[in-house]
């Protein structure tokens, strides 16, 4: 599946594989034209194999900042538990836990932690979890007004309706069906007809996130327009 993202910038769409490079030229010309006694990190995020988020951090926040934003534009559903990790390690974080104890204090600044070619393992629920994988692309000597900048998205994902084959789907069934999964508006009326847990507790919205169909997981409430589905 080819998967894009536009540029905050520009505003033209890349692809996955070149979107981190075009990012750098824009960052780099802003970093000559209002050089900063700041530090900025691009940071891209993962999730699963085609969501991906670029992102601008300042050296001021903490991982608890970050870990609120992720929730907010990606996963938040029950307030359950979350973890960072540097790649290769193992820890829990989470205010009920002994954080000498259990791993890296989300009170942990960016500045401090923060280099190019870092990697962390971000985890949200510990039943049902969601990995996530953060990279840190590199740094620069710039300060933007938003703390968190959203730099890229993938753009939503172009899923079309099972039955039709036509329309976009705009709902997914949790129930296991062969070749049916996805339904646009129309045609979710003809599978609630032979699937009742469907109706029951089986539909789930479409949403542009790696959290899709697990928990009670609804969307979230950042970039809430490239959140919904994709549109022909």
């Known amino acids: 599946m080819k998967v894009e993202g536009k540029c905050y910038y520009c505003k033209e769409k890349y692809s996955e594989n070149s979107i981190s490079r075009h990012l750098s030229t824009h960052l780099k010309t802003f970093e000559k034209e209002k050089l900063s006694n700041k530090k900025s990190y691009h940071i891209k995020i993962k999730g699963g194999k085609v969501y991906f988020l670029h992102l601008l951090i300042s ?70 979890t969601t990995c996530l994988e953060i990279n840190i692309v590199n740094e620069y000597s710039i300060e933007d007004e938003e703390k968190i900048l959203l730099l890229s998205r993938n753009e939503p994902l172009k899923n079309l309706c099972d039955l ?31 699937c009742s847990e469907f109706t029951e507790y089986g539909e789930v919205k479409i949403v542009n996130s790696p959290r899709m169909g697990v928990c009670v997981y609804e969307g979230g409430t950042i970039d809430i327009k490239r959140d919904g589905v994709w549109k022909k």
Not at 171 to 185: A, D, S
Request: hydrophobic share 30%.
């Open 59 to 128: 050296e001021d926040q903490i991982l608890e900042d970050l870990d609120c934003y992720l929730r907010e534009i990606w996963l938040e559903c029950c307030g359950h538990l979350s973890s960072f990790e540097i790649k290769g390690t193992r820890g829990l974080n989470n205010w009920l836990l002994d954080r000498n104890e259990y791993g890296m204090d989300t009170n942990t600044k960016i500045g401090d932690l923060f280099k190019k070619g870092l990697k962390l393992n971000y985890k949200y629920d510990f039943g049902s």
């Open 164 to 194: 039709c084959q036509e329309k976009s789907a705009h709902v997914l069934c949790l129930m296991w069906h062969e070749n049916e999964t996805m339904f646009c508006n129309s045609c979710k009326k003809y599978h609630s007809k032979k």
